[in-house]
């Protein structure tokens, strides 16, 4: 009986909840409204046809009525305690505050492994699940960047950006919590294996769906609010101009997190979402340590999390006080060819033909000569080689 | 009455002589054939009668007793039509039976009499010499291709009375002289030049160093980029084949039936690029009859295969033994045989299954999905594999530039050339012929590094976190790149470019 300790519900008041919880059709809305009506979920549960037709349609009601008949709830609802997840109440204590506060909070959770911690500051990092090579690496960047500062990461642990993120995050020995559009014990995409087992030892899985529930489509657009609501800023690395990402954008907007979004070329697709945000007015992310310096002090300057930033306060930064200089500048080349193929390079992957072919139409050389300085930079660190034959420069 | 003809037949890529014995008995008129015949071995009986019986000669009612011999081996094709016919006429005594001594005759007839053109006719003729024959009778389509076997005088026939007034007076044949094979590849040409192919200057330098070294080579790059454009004029620049070889890479196109009476002997090197929908056994080849499959078809050549994720797992698998071994063993009911599959493998993939991966402008395709993609190639391939490179959509630019003297196909052949005799002398009274054969062991002995380029090697190998595998096939294209510049030691230089081709 643990996980009923500060709850403000009885074990048979959550048995019911759980259960319209598990009802595909009935919405967080319409429980909230289920609970406003009867006065308890105990109640409404074992309300007549005719007392429930005032809340629910004939079509929901008919569904429900069937469902109620075949399940046991006492039984579903151990389940949850079995498989050690935590089923927590919009009243519980343990409830996380932030999300009161948002529009359609959810009215109950369930937690794999622990809920972020209140008193450290959260970020969101999300983007595009199919990424480009340039999203991944910024997506490792601020990842182990903001936990290296012990800043917790939340995301939806899906391919691409987001599964990225929270695996560099866990890396850099942060931690990291995951809100899922399905059940909480089931691992969806099945690539992020191994990286939900670590969420679940060095953070959390956050759900408001039932267990074993498969993420339905409409699912994941109805989570990203509890993304953005559980954080303190918002990070999009990449997206294009229509995206999911963009729903967990209007979300934030809605509950007053800081949106910042990295800034891509023009001509990229995956970076046309990101660019609108920011000429709509979002904040840039143009290096890590900036943004962290400017998202703490953005923070004391609230007076919020006082404990957390005293022990950081070296991180703080006051906006574009300090830039960085160029860091190209203290290279040092052993040739001019050496210097040719590197300016020839950025960040985004370059074939050898491009490579080969951009060089011979600034100093014209021998190929043999090319590939050559290629791997003497991919030696000295400041290039490097990205799906086989293609290379591109190192941060 | 007994009468003997000698013949052969493949077996694999194996040859026997066999042995044709006819006897013909008063006894109840039958006609009977044994020593381990195929079934069209056995239909010969209908051929022969009728093909005599149109020649004028009537066969008395006999009985009729035909061996094949070394009966314990399995016969098969129609090449024993001719003998058998020949050794009835010498059994009733149209043909005195000495002079078929020394004779090797092979050939199908039709029921006019006439002869047709069979398969294998070149590894048993050579064969036959081998054995000491002096004279042998085979169909005319195949006796330019029968010429070509030394030491043995070859007789080409078109229908069954030449046959027979041929073999009774000797003196008097015309023998089917050969073409100068070296004359032949001296003088050959192709219809694609590399001067075709505009920019894309990393493929081929990549195409010039797999020539070289006989290295196994991977292309990948998206649709249309060219792929198989390099690997159609990577024959152009390869070394010549010897007239040795020529004559074993046409024994297996004999075999195989592919050699025609215009163009009976292959002094290309093979090339071969099955479609992706190829089934198992027509790359490695097999059947009841243990035909040759297409890995054998380009033995000394090269073999493109294009789209290799989208081939068969158990067609790409089938790569490995050929890859390792340089032949394929094949165990069927009617027995087993290991067949010649010497080539050099030129694959080509798209980076991803749309084509365009890394440009996430037009490519949609997942993770999951790029690597499910590239996991179809398996390791044990990739790591038979020594040069990897890109070939790019090439701009206008590209296209409409000038071309460069020094791309043609004569002048990197040239390079190649050189380069290979390098290794004839390097590998003089070795096992092997490329660089690319050097077995891990030798490589200390044939890939020496001085101690700065030692030292440089070591750096790529911590930095580059190199397995040993791929160490090892770095200092292989190491060494080629060294022979094609004419040095004597792997340079530093060497080394950085084999690193830009490896996995």
């Given at each position: 009986?643990?996980?009923?300790?500060?709850?403000?519900?009885?074990?048979?008041?959550?048995?019911?909840?759980?259960?319209?919880?598990?009802?595909?059709?009935?919405?967080?809305?319409?429980?909230?409204?289920?609970?406003?009506?009867?006065?308890?979920?105990?109640?409404?549960?074992?309300?007549?046809?005719?007392e429930l037709r005032s809340v629910l349609n004939q079509n929901t009601l008919e569904k429900m009525l069937a469902e109620r008949s075949k399940k046991d709830i006492v039984l579903e609802y151990d389940k949850v305690r079995q498989k050690n997840i935590r089923h927590i109440y919009i009243e519980d204590d343990d409830y996380p505050e932030k999300l009161r506060g948002i529009p359609d909070a959810p009215i109950a959770l369930l937690v794999a492994g622990s809920l972020p911690n209140p008193l450290v500051p959260s970020v969101a990092i999300i983007g595009a699940r199919s990424c480009s090579e340039y999203g991944n690496y910024m997506a490792r960047e601020y990842a182990s960047a903001l936990s290296g500062a012990g800043i917790q990461i939340i995301s939806g642990m899906a391919a691409g950006i987001d599964g990225i993120a929270q695996t560099s995050a866990l890396s850099a020995g942060g931690r990291s919590f995951a809100v899922l559009g399905n059940g909480p014990d089931v691992c969806y995409p099945r690539s992020n294996e191994s990286l939900y087992r670590r969420l679940l030892l060095n953070g959390g899985i956050i759900s408001e769906y039932c267990l074993g529930s498969s993420g339905l489509p409409w699912h994941f657009p109805v989570r990203n609010r509890i993304i953005s609501g559980l954080s303190d800023a918002l990070l999009v690395m990449e997206a294009k101009e229509k995206s999911g990402t963009l729903i967990t954008v209007d979300s934030a907007l809605e509950q007053g997190r800081d949106i910042y979004a990295l800034p891509g070329r023009t001509c990229d697709k995956l970076s046309s979402g990101c660019n609108n945000l920011i000429r709509q007015g979002a904040g840039i992310l143009i290096d890590p340590e900036e943004f962290l310096g400017e998202f703490l002090h953005t923070l004391s300057s609230v007076g919020a999390y006082s404990g957390f930033l005293k022990a950081k306060s070296s991180l703080v930064r006051t906006p574009l006080t300090e830039h960085k200089n160029g860091s190209e500048l203290r290279i040092s080349f052993s040739s001019p060819e050496e210097k040719c193929v590197y300016d020839i390079l950025d960040f985004n992957p370059k074939s050898m033909d491009q490579i080969v072919s951009a060089v011979n139409s600034s100093i014209p050389m021998p190929l043999p000569i090319v590939l050559q300085r290629l791997t003497g930079l991919c030696m000295k660190g400041l290039v490097e080689n990205i799906s086989g034959t293609n290379y591109r420069r190192k941060v | 009455m007994y009468s003997t003809v000698y013949s052969g037949g493949i077996n694999g890529i194996g040859c026997y002589m066999a042995k044709v014995e006819i006897d013909l008995s008063r006894a109840l008129p039958a006609w009977d054939m044994v020593?381990?015949?195929?079934?069209?071995?056995?239909?010969?009986?209908?051929?022969?009668?009728?093909?005599?019986?149109?020649?004028?000669?009537?066969?008395?009612?006999?009985?009729?007793?035909?061996?094949?011999?070394?009966?314990?081996?399995?016969?098969?094709?129609?090449?024993?039509?001719?003998?058998?016919?020949?050794g009835i006429v010498t059994a009733l005594g149209f043909i005195p039976e000495d002079i078929l001594e020394g004779i090797?005759?092979?050939?199908?007839?039709?029921?006019?009499?006439?002869?047709?053109?069979?398969?294998?006719?070149?590894?048993?003729?050579?064969?036959?010499?081998?054995?000491?024959?002096?004279?042998?009778?085979?169909?005319?389509?195949?006796?330019?291709?029968?010429?070509?076997?030394?030491?043995?005088?070859?007789?080409?026939?078109?229908?069954?009375?030449?046959?027979?007034?041929?073999?009774?007076?000797?003196?008097?044949?015309?023998?089917?002289?050969?073409?100068?094979?070296?004359?032949?590849?001296?003088?050959?040409?192709?219809?694609?030049?590399?001067?075709d192919v505009s920019g894309q200057a990393v493929c081929k330098r990549a195409a010039l160093i797999a020539a070289a070294g006989f290295h196994h080579m991977f292309i990948s790059g998206p649709p249309g980029s060219g792929k198989t454009m390099i690997a159609k004029r990577l024959?152009?620049?390869?070394?010549?084949?010897?007239?040795?070889?020529?004559?074993?890479?046409?024994?297996?196109?004999?075999?195989?039936?592919?050699?025609?009476?215009?163009?009976?002997?292959?002094?290309?090197?093979?090339?071969?690029?099955?479609?992706?929908?190829?089934?198992?056994?027509?790359?490695?080849?097999?059947?009841?009859?243990?035909?040759?499959?297409?890995?054998?078809?380009c033995h000394r050549g090269i073999l493109f295969l294009d789209e290799l994720p989208e081939f068969s797992r158990e067609c790409i698998e089938a790569l490995r033994e050929p890859l390792e071994n340089k032949q394929i063993q094949m165990s069927r009911v009617s027995g087993s045989v290991s067949y010649p599959a010497d080539f050099l493998l030129v694959a080509a993939a798209n980076p991803c299954p749309c084509g365009f991966y890394p440009d996430r402008n037009r490519c949609n395709c997942t993770e999951h999905e790029i690597r499910r993609y590239n996991s179809r190639i398996s390791g044990p391939i990739r790591d038979r594999i020594d040069i990897i490179v890109s070939s790019e959509k090439m701009d206008i630019s590209g296209l409409t530039g000038s071309s460069d003297p020094n791309g043609s196909s004569e002048h990197m052949r040239g390079l190649v050339l050189k380069a290979r005799s390098i290794q004839e002398e390097r590998f003089k009274n070795t096992p092997y012929r490329y660089n690319s054969h050097i077995r891990a062991a030798d490589i200390g002995h044939f890939c020496p590094l001085d101690e700065e380029s030692m030292h440089y090697a070591e750096e790529v190998y911590r930095s580059m976190n190199l397995s040993a595998r791929s160490y090892h096939k770095l200092l292989r294209v190491a060494?080629?790149?060294?022979?094609?510049?004419?040095?004597?030691?792997?340079?530093?230089?060497?080394?950085?470019?084999?690193?830009?081709?490896?996995?």
């Open positions: 009986m643990e996980n009923m300790i500060g709850s403000k519900l009885s074990f048979r008041e959550k048995c019911c909840l759980y259960f319209f919880q598990g009802c595909e059709y009935i919405g967080n809305a319409t429980i909230k409204r289920l609970f406003n009506h009867f006065g308890s979920f105990e109640e409404a549960y074992s309300a007549g046809e005719n | 020593g381990k015949l195929s079934h069209e071995v056995i239909e010969a009986k209908e051929r022969v009668k009728v093909a005599l019986k149109n020649a004028g000669i009537v066969i008395p009612p006999l009985h009729i007793t035909i061996n094949i011999s070394p009966a314990n081996i399995r016969k098969s094709g129609t090449g024993y039509d001719l003998p058998i016919a020949l090797l005759v092979i050939g199908e007839l039709g029921l006019d009499g006439s002869v047709a053109p069979v398969k294998g006719i070149l590894p048993i003729v050579s064969a036959a010499a081998a054995h000491g024959f002096k004279t042998c009778i085979v169909p005319n389509e195949n006796a330019a291709e029968a010429s070509y076997a030394s030491g043995i005088n070859v007789i080409g026939v078109s229908c069954f009375e030449e046959a027979m007034h041929t073999i009774t007076d000797l003196s008097d044949a015309s023998y089917v002289t050969p073409r100068n094979i070296a004359q032949m590849i001296a003088t050959q040409d192709f219809e694609e030049d590399f001067s024959r152009t620049i390869m070394p010549p084949l010897t007239v040795d070889e020529c004559i074993e890479v046409s024994g297996i196109y004999s075999i195989a039936g592919k050699l025609t009476c215009d163009d009976p002997i292959i002094t290309r090197r093979p090339y071969q690029s099955p479609h992706h929908a190829a089934t198992l056994s027509s790359l490695t080849g097999g059947g009841y009859d243990l035909h040759p499959g297409i890995l054998s078809l060494r080629t790149i060294a022979d094609l510049e004419e040095s004597e030691h792997i340079r530093i230089s060497d080394l950085a470019e084999a690193v830009c081709y490896r996995t």
